[in-house]
């Protein structure tokens, strides 16, 4: 990093802070994860200089014949990891995955049964302080005082409220979900499956939890927490809604693609098909196992009971009488 030391160095200074801060510092964010060197030089390459709006082979710019290689390689490895019959792999974020997938298959006012941000879903499931709050009309289905989710209550609201999309997913959980029950009950009432499975794609591309992928229509995911990528988002879809969801991406909510992102997802991709991703994933529960035995020891009251993923969460008020940021 020489040419920026001696072009920017206050910026040079802050990246070596923050290197040293990463090494130095106990890292207990769950949605953070570290990326291999080689996932780092992709983001910092050439390819962040290219417009690629469109799809491989159908692109609205010319001089694609690299670009549609690299975003190739990552839909091929993303369908490979995941059984998924589609994959786009444009979206910017998280976030915007969601609001894609919303606008390519709802219509506004139409009803969408989500998990609560208090109880362990994420804002962009409907938070009113949400942009898709404002367009569509989330009912949201809570856990129960053992953590779990009362699918009995989820089932009776399905039927009272008849949403269009079932949501599953969560930032802020710690239990398996029972993939089967959601489909069931959205066959019952007609409604499309969608699992965010943000937090956990590290875990289930490395199979240490069981594969949401067959059971729900839609999927989404962030790319850089548990799955060790570059920051991003992803959708997976059964094929009679891939039409749909490319469109939704591009033109519908994007513009271009950012493609150091997408060549450096390729590369964590190709990093979790390996045997040793599958290692890696059971190690992270093994982790969150022994921090969830430990803090049991000291006293700590865990959320939920404990943990099946790779989340750990400390209700630090009922057991010591501090708050969240103290804490920290
Ligand atoms: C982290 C997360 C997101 C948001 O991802 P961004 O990349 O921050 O936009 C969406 N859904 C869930 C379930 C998440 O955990």
Do not use: W
């Not at 909510?253 to 991709?269: E, R």
């Not at 049991?296 to 969240?324: A, C, E």
């Amino acid at each position: 990093m020489a040419k920026l030391k001696k072009q920017d160095p206050k910026v040079y200074a802050a990246m070596l802070g923050e290197l040293k801060r990463q090494q130095e510092g106990m890292e207990l964010i769950a949605s953070e994860n570290y990326v291999s060197p080689a996932v780092l030089e992709a983001l910092g390459s050439v390819f962040t200089n290219k417009y690629s709006e469109g799809l491989p082979g159908k692109r609205y710019y010319g001089g694609q014949t690299y670009t549609d290689v690299v975003e190739n390689l990552a839909i091929e490895r993303a369908k490979k990891l995941f059984g998924a019959e589609h994959v786009n792999v444009q979206p910017l974020s998280g976030c915007p995955a969601n609001m894609i997938v919303y606008s390519a298959i709802l219509k506004p006012g139409d009803t969408v049964l989500g998990m609560d941000l208090s109880h362990g879903g994420h804002l962009s499931h409907g938070h009113p302080v949400t942009l898709s709050a404002k367009i569509y009309r989330f009912v949201r289905y809570k856990t129960d005082e053992t953590g779990k989710i009362d699918y009995e209550q989820l089932e009776k609201m399905a039927i009272q409220e008849k949403p269009k999309l079932i949501l599953a997913g969560f930032s802020a959980y710690t239990r398996q979900l029972d993939y089967q029950k959601f489909k069931d009950i959205a066959q019952k009432v007609g409604a499309i499956t969608m699992f965010d499975i943000a937090h956990i794609a590290g875990l289930i591309a490395g199979k240490a939890i069981p594969n949401p992928v067959p059971y729900f229509d839609v999927i989404t995911t962030t790319t850089h927490k548990t799955l060790r990528g570059p920051r991003g988002g992803m959708i997976m879809c059964k094929q009679q809604f891939a039409e749909v969801i490319d469109k939704a991406v591009f033109p519908g909510f994007q513009g271009g693609p950012h493609m150091n992102n997408i060549a450096a997802l390729a590369v964590a991709l190709g990093e979790a098909l390996k045997p040793s991703f599958k290692v890696y994933a059971k190690q992270i529960i093994k982790n969150a196992k022994v921090l969830e035995q430990e803090l049991k020891k000291y006293g700590f009251k865990l959320m939920f009971g404990g943990t099946d993923n790779h989340m750990v969460l400390v209700d630090v008020f009922s057991s010591k009488g501090i708050t969240g940021i103290e804490a920290e």
